[in-house]
């Protein structure tokens, strides 16, 4: 059965860093595209950002929204199969729960999959 942990989530002030992980099991990684996504308090979920499949041509492929570009990076180890996501020069706007996803490769989406399995998620506030 696939399932995916985030961890990580803490209160921050404004500027500072986070780095959350994401335990994946059941399944091997390096099959599949992973994804970090959020959701705000009174807001829909959003992606944060995608690390394509290792196993699906070039690996290393990483896609960030708008928002968090320049300031987050994701990266994945498939040895230890886990992602995560370093959030530097963080802002209040950033404040949500933060979900892990992985999926299977879309050819075509720009985030890389439709995203069939969700981890938990976990809280990241950013406020001083």
């Known amino acids: 059965q696939p399932r995916l942990v985030e961890s990580g989530g803490d209160l921050v002030q404004p500027g500072g860093s986070l780095r959350l992980s994401c335990a994946a099991s059941g399944f091997r990684a390096y099959d599949y595209a992973m994804g970090w996504f959020r959701q705000a308090p009174g807001k829909g979920r959003e992606v944060v950002s995608c690390i394509n499949s290792s196993g699906y041509g070039k690996d290393g492929f990483t896609s960030y929204a708008d928002s968090v570009k320049g300031r987050f990076t994701t990266s994945r180890d498939d040895g230890e199969n886990t992602v995560t996501l370093q959030m530097n020069s963080l802002k209040p706007e950033d404040t949500a729960v933060y979900y892990c996803?992985?999926?299977?490769?879309?050819?075509?989406?720009?985030?890389?999959?439709?995203?069939?399995?969700w981890g938990q998620g976990t809280q990241v506030t950013v406020s001083s």
């Open positions: 996803a992985a999926g299977l490769p879309s050819p075509g989406n720009r985030w890389f999959s439709k995203y069939d399995y």
